[in-house]
């Protein structure tokens, strides 16, 4: 099979075998764009290589045939005596992996050709550079001696010539330095650079394979998911020359803004200059318009090029490209990155110039783009000082006073102020300042660190890594490139984009919340035009997904309030009502005399108080949902997680009965509560007395619940509603629960109806979150008439992590290890977790086949998730109300 293509053989498609710069570099050519000629050495090569250790042995051949068409085509040799072909050997895999592989330019050079090079180009000076950069990088890059070595001696000879700039030197001093760079090269090496032009070929090529495997690449494929089995092609193409004075340069530019999405071309511009320059920012930049009064005509064919590849690529495009005396050469091109902001607006711009479809529109922005929209921003108008920036791990804007260490965190935090944590890195000792801290900012670790995955694990705004920062924990300062923070001064984070401000920006909602919450009216009142635009790309993009998507989305709300804000954000019907979040403050003794009650009237007396009350919760919540469907779920947590600390009510007792003070009633009362503190204690209480388990133990309790729903609904009914209520039995492992529990709900349900005189179409249904549910749901399904998988539960049942500590203790070093990207309770495991889902749903449309599913775990507002359940043929997903936009999002994607 070939190992080599000429760029006039491949194409765009071929992005597998040729990697993105190759691929891309084909198209350009089948365009007829201006691309000097070259060739690309595939990914299959590179695989081969890697495996072996030795190049296939047609590659040789195949090489030195490719070469031969390229000199036959420009008629001259590589590193000839006379006018020398010299070639680039550059790095291009499957994936963009910016600045981790090698490049090698200037190949073909050496003593002789040098002269060559001199004498065709008119310029001495620019062939001694050529081929000092030569030594340089392939020093540098293909024999591993350190770059100090060659930037320090370039210094010397600056020094002694007196000049402060590369340009400046002087060609005898150049020529100098060539000696000199062969010099290090024998020495480091042992053998002299090498002069056949071929060697160099051929040794460069191996450097960019090998540079596939260093660590810093498998890194980075690590944090970007990216196979470390695809390895990288190898593009040779002829050199052409940006730094042959004033009428060449080199640039980069944009089809459109890639940050805000603005219409029109964006680029920079530096005339004699070879491409790394543009990117080490040793000059100051041109922009395209001085780029146009500088060479009109080159700006003109670059224009000309650009919209061609518009509209040929229908996308935004980033395009490196040189002139060389005055001729415009493309040396690459490709789909550009973009911020989320950017890709709504361009999805939508290209929908209304006709390149692309609504569908492809909505295939080309994301659940994680539209939730960073979603995020609180610094008022854009705002004044500010940037002091640093670090990489953005989690997102948000957040401001608050410096701390240094989690315990100062917590202690400001508990007297209200807002605190931003500031640590060299963070550590599971951190935890609880994490918690209590409004941003988190650490100068080491990237985006999987610790503090990293913690953030993010809890929505807190993180930016980690700005090494720039100096933290002196001991002495409660920081320093940043020469201003001192100590602790209490205020600083600004964006997690957003990883900066770092000083002092406090003014924080504002985003426009695109106004517009989920108020409608489009009210967020274009306030949006100026460019967010305006951002926001109707926003509205038609989830517009058009809501059309598109067969899985609903709901919401888990617990109370009318979030009810309605999850209405607004467009639930369908809430999922999943934790009905445990009614007993909180207040009605907390209630539970607790329903615990302590020690005789059945007792019990009775504690029930028939609560009734009225959750009666009222219910009523109120059925109106917020009025005409849609409203799942409640029966008690699910331990019973002690209502009851007082124990340590505290232990100490209590004691001082009490050692001083004798204290009401006898009080006292008593303590006592009672400690005994049931005791008896109800449990060690895994995640694995307890939970659930169903509850309902059937404590009599009365989940009929107590029933009844409010079922009255509740009659409530509704009667004022003129249609409250649609679905009742849910958590933590069901055996179908025989659910028979049992059930014959005490339908009972209630026939009585409340009865009663009432109203006809009440209640399901009763269940959760799926124990492995033992998901195995015996053929069984479970006869008695449930709707599942809904608690993927929480589920994840911490099938993995057997508690998910309560682990993301905490092992999930860093685990994602570190790669045993997994992302935590399974953050993106649903589809192998193990995933499975047991599929197997239970198709378990229950066997036996029941308008049986209804959907999921309310966690993994509800998750992107990658979504598309799981949209896979496994759901009915919906159910998640919080600030995810249900993300929600809408993806499950119109998964369904194009
Ligand atoms: C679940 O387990 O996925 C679930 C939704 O219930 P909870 O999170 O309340 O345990
Ligand atoms: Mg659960």
């Not at 595939?42 to 030795?54: F, I, N, P, S, V």
């Not at 100090?148 to 600056?158: I, M």
């Not at 692309?356 to 610094?378: K, N």
């Amino acid at each position: 099979a070939p190992l080599v293509f000429d760029f006039s053989e491949g194409d765009r498609t071929q992005v597998d075998l040729l990697g993105g710069k190759g691929a891309n570099l084909a198209e350009m050519t089948k365009l007829g764009l201006p691309v000097p000629p070259g060739f690309t050495v595939t990914t299959e090569a590179c695989r081969y290589y890697l495996e072996r250790g030795e190049e296939p042995q047609s590659l040789r051949v195949q090489i030195t045939m490719a070469l031969r068409r390229l000199e036959n085509e420009l008629g001259r040799r590589l590193g000839d005596v006379v006018d020398p072909l010299l070639v680039s050997v550059r790095s291009g895999a499957k994936h963009s992996m910016p600045g981790m592989m090698e490049t090698v330019l200037n190949v073909g050079l050496n003593d002789y050709s040098v002269k060559g090079l001199a004498e065709a180009a008119q310029d001495e000076r620019f062939a001694w550079d050529s081929y000092r950069r030569l030594i340089q990088m392939f020093g540098r890059t293909v024999l591993d001696i350190p770059a100090e070595r060659f930037e320090h001696e370039l210094d010397a000879v600056k020094a002694r010539a007196g000049v402060a700039t590369d340009v400046e030197i002087p060609v005898p001093a150049l020529i100098e330095l060539v000696e000199e760079f062969k010099h290090i090269v024998s020495d480091a090496t042992g053998r002299e650079f090498p002069q056949d032009p071929r060697e160099q070929l051929d040794l460069a090529m191996r450097a960019v394979f090998n540079s596939w495997n260093t660590d810093r690449a498998r890194l980075y494929r690590r944090r970007e998911r990216i196979q470390h089995d695809l390895g990288t092609a190898v593009n040779i193409c002829a050199m052409v020359f940006g730094n042959l004075g004033e009428t060449s340069g080199t640039g980069v530019c944009f089809t459109r803004d890639p940050a805000s999405g603005q219409p029109g071309v964006y680029g920079d511009y530096l005339s004699n200059a070879q491409g790394e320059d543009v990117v080490a920012g040793i000059r100051n930049t041109l922009t395209l318009e001085d780029f146009a009064a500088l060479d009109p005509s080159s700006h003109a064919e670059l224009t000309r090029i650009m919209r061609r590849l518009e509209t040929h690529y229908r996308d935004l495009c980033d395009i490196e490209f040189t002139v060389e005396r005055g001729k415009l050469w493309m040396l690459q091109t490709r789909v550009g990155k973009r911020t989320a902001a950017a890709a709504f607006r361009i999805a939508t711009q290209l929908v209304d110039e006709r390149l692309i479809t609504r569908d492809e529109a909505l295939a080309r922005v994301t659940g994680h783009q539209l939730a960073q929209l979603m995020f609180p921003q610094f008022d854009v108008d705002a004044e500010r000082t940037l002091l640093t920036r670090g990489m953005a791990a989690s997102p948000g804007a957040a401001v608050g006073k410096v701390v240094f260490d989690s315990a100062t965190a917590v202690a400001w935090a508990a007297r209200g102020e807002q605190v931003m944590l500031v640590r060299r890195e963070t550590n599971p000792d951190d935890l609880e300042g994490m918690i209590a801290a409004t941003g988190v900012l650490t100068s080491r670790g990237g985006k999987t660190s610790h503090a990293a995955v913690v953030a993010r694990g809890m929505g807190r705004t993180c930016v980690c890594g700005a090494e720039e920062i100096e933290v002196d924990a001991a002495a409660r300062t920081l320093s940043v490139n020469g201003t001192q923070v100590a602790e209490g001064e205020v600083l600004s984070i964006d997690g957003s984009t990883g900066e770092v401000f000083a002092g406090e920006l003014p924080v504002v909602a985003s426009p695109v919340v106004i517009y989920l919450e108020q409608g489009l009216d009210a967020a274009l009142e306030v949006a100026d035009e460019q967010t305006g635009e951002l926001v109707r790309s926003v509205d038609r993009l989830l517009r058009h997904a809501d059309q598109a998507r067969q899985l609903r989305v709901r919401a888990n709300a617990d109370t009318a309030e979030d009810a309605t804000r999850a209405r607004d954000m467009g639930a369908e019907g809430i999922g999943l009502c934790r009905t445990e979040h009614m007993f909180l403050g207040e009605r907390r003794v209630l539970i607790e005399r329903l615990i302590l009650a020690d005789d059945p009237s007792a019990r009775e007396a504690a029930l028939a108080e609560l009734l009225p009350l959750q009666r009222a919760d219910f009523v109120s919540l059925l109106e917020a949902m009025d005409g849609l469907p409203t799942t409640i779920r029966l008690l699910d947590p331990p019973l002690h997680e209502f009851l007082p600390d124990r340590t505290e009510l232990a100490v209590r007792v004691a001082v009490a009965q050692a001083t004798g003070r204290g009401e006898e009633a009080d006292v008593a009362k303590d006592v009672t509560l400690l005994a049931a503190v005791d008896r109800l204690h449990e060690s895994n209480p995640m694995l307890g007395l939970r659930g169903v388990r509850l309902g059937l133990s404590v009599p009365g309790l989940f009929a107590m619940q029933v009844r409010a729903i079922a009255g509740a609904a009659a409530d509704r009914i009667a004022a003129g509603g249609h409250p649609v209520v679905e009742i849910m039995v958590p933590l069901v492992g055996s179908v025989m629960e659910l028979h049992l529990i059930r014959d005490e709900i339908d009972g209630v349900l026939a009585e409340v109806a009865r009663d009432a005189g109203v006809a009440l179409h209640i399901p009763v249904g269940t959760m799926i979150e124990l492995p033992r549910a998901a195995l015996t749901a053929r069984r479970i399904a006869e008695a449930a008439e709707f599942f809904s998988f608690g993927t929480n539960d589920l994840t911490q049942t099938t993995w057997g992590f508690s998910r309560d500590d682990v993301e905490a203790s092992i999930f860093a070093t685990y994602l570190d290890k790669g045993v997994f990207t992302v935590s399974p309770f953050e993106s649903l495991d589809r192998d193990g977790v995933g499975a047991l889902v599929r197997m239970a749903v198709q378990a229950g449309r066997e036996v029941r086949p308008d049986i209804k599913l959907g999921i309310c775990g966690e993994h509800g507002g998750d992107p990658e998730s979504v598309h799981f359940f949209h896979d496994a043929g759901l009915d919906y997903v159910s998640c919080s109300a600030f995810r249900v936009p993300v929600a809408r999002l993806e499950a119109g994607r998964a369904a194009l």
